[in-house]
């Protein structure tokens, strides 16, 4: 079992950065593949950027390459996702999710979620 718990969302502007967390507690964090979705309000849940257990392998959606860094720090059971030049259609709300596989990223364990809002 991962408990994993987000934080660092907020309302910014247009150009701003965030940096969003995840800490996991429980078993084993550093085994698990981990990634960022998003949902938007009338959408879909999406992958956003995701980074293999060992971090060999990295995953970004072409809405967000050149703009998201994905990284993990496994000595202290946490997950981040830089965020730059945010822009309006960033808007959501950011989950964090634990899998043990990569292809799909099938979810094992979710976070509650953070809102992330950018004003035009």
């Known amino acids: 079992q991962v408990q994993l718990a987000e934080s660092g969302g907020g309302l910014v502007q247009a150009g701003d950065s965030l940096r969003l967390s995840c800490a996991a507690s429980g078993r084993s964090f550093s085994s698990y593949n981990m990634g960022w979705f998003r949902q938007a309000p009338g959408k879909e849940r999406e992958l956003v950027a995701a980074l293999s257990w060992g971090g060999g392998r990295v995953f970004y959606a072409d809405s967000v390459k050149g703009r998201f860094t994905i990284s993990r720090d496994n000595v202290k059971n946490t997950m981040y996702l830089q965020m730059n030049s945010l822009k309006p259609e960033d808007t959501a709300v950011y989950y964090c999710?634990?899998?043990?596989?990569?292809?799909?990223?099938?979810?094992?364990?979710w976070g509650q979620g953070t809102q992330v809002t950018v004003s035009s």
């Open positions: 999710a634990a899998s043990t596989t990569w292809s799909p990223l099938r979810v094992n364990f």
